[in-house]
């Protein structure tokens, strides 16, 4: 299946999901590796990854970018996030788009402060899709349909659009002309 991924990386618990070609739901699951330290979490996660995609064709990826003071350990943070992103890239030749948390809050429940329960709400209420309290592939959702978006430039809501366009402004469209007024403007 060709279709897009969404990564939500942390350390104890990794969100992955992918929407096909129409930007439907196909599967996601949690990636959770807490006894393991370093390198060897890292390589845990890159195997169940590995299970997670096998036999897909991604066309499109997006991870979850970091908060701004976050504390949630950085820089081990920052191992996962670039060995997925790596990984994402040697296997699929795609560089997963970094979408910033208030981003992602506002493409999914419509403002940017939304919290882990409004995304659960919206991904069910909106999307039909029921995760239970799965937060994480919530986020994983979000973030696979944000990669739809950047890959056919299509919207359902206006929130979406809006904060497509607040991350990637050189890919807005002109505004209209109004029918009847002249191309040269009066000297």
Known sequence: MRGYLG???SLNATGLCLVDETGRYVRSTTLKISRLKGCERLDMIL????????GEEVIGAASEGYSVGSVNRPFDLGGVA??????????FSVEPADIPPSSLKLYVAGHGSADKDAILYTV???????LGDKDDEAD???L???AWSIGTGRFDRRCEAES???LFPSERRPPRRK???SKVPNV
């Open 7 to 9: 990564i939500d990386q």
């Open 47 to 54: 195997r169940l990854y590995d299970e997670f995609v096998a």
């Open 82 to 91: 670039w060995v997925l992103r790596l990984h994402t890239y040697r296997k």
């Open 124 to 130: 069910k209420t909106v999307w039909g899709v029921d």
């Open 140 to 142: 994983a959702f979000g």
């Open 144 to 146: 696979a349909r944000f």
């Open 164 to 166: 497509h366009h607040a």
């Open 179 to 181: 029918a009847g007024r």
